[in-house]
Structures are given as structure tokens and as C-alpha cells.
């Protein structure tokens, strides 16, 4: 029998005191994102509108929206893989876009993505051990050459998949043992924060679940702290401590979850979650979580 959502969160999240995420890991403030607007010469859209927000240590802040929100290009604007055109983004209190790209690229170490889509994110004609082990190639003091194999085996055992698959291709694997390797390879670098952008959206709701309570767990066991970009209200309520829900690449309203679940002040959060099927426990999440 599934267990109730609320135990769940107890088992596998802890509090915001617990995981102290009143010390901010991540501040970005007034950020902006602008591109060219398409058939009008000189002007501009603003994917990312003036955004500010949190993150502290073991937290998870969601981040909801209908597509075309600006939710994505926010998640890749917080890492600079897409850079912002003004404000703040601070890491332990070191702010990110006065680093040059070497200096980045270090700081980058600390805060990994994974992405929607893993048939696109997981290069093709790279085994599994080789997609891992991509990261040691740039960051060479975080695993000694010597200890490799090993540690590529270790993350395989802590994301649920069994060790001979190093040898595997990803063409071989199903979506959600994609979406696991991805997950591997993020931890390869043992960071504090992963960008999760739309993790399972890509999956059968069957793997989502599987997927969903790897994360929670991998969560609680490192003390991770996740910036989870999602449409589902449904999903964000079962994994986040605080929701922030944007709209016209704006947010326009942040909260912790059961407060802005329970009493939407904004007119756009209210049909969001007028227009949620089910906000509930849809996945039926619990412990674990099969290979799939």
C-alpha cells in the first residue's frame, strides 16, 4: 500500500531548521533574460523578467509554470549556460557573473543540471562509465585516475542501477535508466545543488514515481539542495519546501507549498491549480524505487 504523502515528506525531507536553508546556498536577485523578438527588428522579449529568489542547504524550491514561462531559460540562466543580461547571482555569497569562464566553470562544480530529455542529454556513442566520468575530465582533482572504475560503480549503486552497465551504451537503456545515469553523472561531482529542469516529464507515469523517490532519497542521503523546474502541480507539491510560480517569465508568486496550496493570493496560481486534475499523491511514491 502506498504511504501517505505526508509521511514521506517526514521520512525523506527534513525541515528547513534540520537542513539549515535559512542560510542561503543560492541568491539570484533582479535577474533578466532578454532575446531578440522574432519579426520585429530591435526589440526584445524578456524570458526572465526581474527574478529573485533563495535556495538554502538540503532545500527544494519548485518552480512552476505553464510551458513558454520562462522556466527553463531561468534554470539555464542561474548556471550561465545561457548568460543573463543584468543581475545577481550569488553562490555561498560569491557573486557568479563577475567570474571569468575558467572561474565559472570551477564554481560550476558545486551546482549541476539535469535535464528534461535524457535520449538527447547522453551522448550516443559514449558507454555509460564514459557519459559518468565526463565530469573528472575538467574538474581532475575530484576523483584520482586510479579510483575511477570504482566510484563509476559506486554512483551506479547509489542511483539504482547495477555496475556492469558502465560497459552499456544509453542507447540500450530505457528512459528512466537514461534519467538515472544522468542523475549519476550530476552527482559525479559531489555537488551542493542540482538544477533539476522537467526530470521526469519525458517518462511513463509508472518510471516517474521510480525517478521521483530516487531524487527524494538521494536528497535526504546528501543533503541536496534542488532548484525544481516543473508544470505539475501535482508532483511539486509531494517534493518541495517552497513554491515559486511564474508566469510571462515573472514570478508572481512565492511561498512555502502547503501555504500557497491552501490559499493562492494570485490569480494565475489559482488556475493553475483549478486546473490540476488531481493534487493528491499521483505517483504513489514510496521508498526506493526499481531499476527502470
Known amino acids: 500500500m502506498p504511504l501517505p504523502t505526508n509521511f514521506l515528506k517526514a521520512l525523506w525531507r527534513r525541515s528547513p531548521m534540520e537542513s539549515e536553508a535559512s542560510v542561503p546556498l543560492l541568491s539570484v536577485a533582479g535577474l533578466v533574460k532578454e532575446f531578440p523578438a522574432q519579426g520585429r527588428h530591435g526589440s526584445v522579449v524578456r524570458a526572465v523578467n526581474d527574478v529573485s529568489f533563495t535556495v538554502g ?5 519548485a518552480i512552476v509554470g505553464e510551458s513558454g514561462s520562462g522556466k527553463s531559460t531561468l534554470a539555464r540562466t542561474v548556471l550561465r549556460l545561457i548568460e543573463p543580461d543584468s543581475g545577481s547571482i550569488r553562490y555561498r555569497g560569491e557573486e557568479l557573473l563577475a567570474l571569468n ?7 560550476r562544480r558545486n551546482m549541476q543540471m539535469v535535464f528534461q530529455d ?6 550516443p556513442r559514449q558507454s555509460v562509465g564514459q557519459l559518468i566520468s565526463a565530469p573528472w575530465k575538467v574538474h581532475k582533482d575530484v576523483v584520482p585516475r586510479s579510483d575511477r572504475k570504482d566510484r563509476i560503480s559506486d ?4 542511483v539504482g542501477l547495477p555496475g556492469a552497465f558502465a560497459e552499456v551504451s ?13 542523475i549519476a553523472r550530476a552527482l559525479a561531482l559531489q555537488p551542493e545543488i542540482l538544477v533539476l529542469d522537467e526530470p521526469v516529464s519525458s517518462l511513463d507515469v509508472s518510471i516517474q514515481a521510480q525517478v521521483i523517490s530516487l531524487l527524494m532519497t538521494l536528497q535526504e542521503k546528501f543533503g541536496l539542495a534542488y532548484v525544481f523546474i516543473s508544470h505539475d502541480l501535482s508532483l511539486v507539491r509531494l517534493v518541495a519546501d517552497r513554491v515559486a510560480v511564474m508566469y510571462g517569465g515573472s514570478f508572481v508568486e512565492q511561498g512555502p507549498t502547503e501555504s500557497l496550496y491552501r490559499d493562492p493570493q494570485h490569480s494565475y496560481t489559482q488556475a493553475l491549480l483549478a486546473a490540476s486534475p488531481s493534487l493528491g499523491d499521483p505517483l504513489h511514491l514510496q521508498p526506493g524505487g526499481s531499476t527502470a
Open 57 to 61: 542547504a538540503g532545500e527544494c524550491l
Open 155 to 158: 554512483l551506479l549503486d547509489q
Open 101 to 107: 569562464r575558467r572561474e565559472m566553470r570551477a564554481a
Open 170 to 182: 544509453p542507447s540500450r537503456l530505457s528512459g528512466g535508466q537514461r534519467q538515472r545515469v544522468a
Open 118 to 123: 535524457p535520449h538527447s542529454s547522453l551522448h
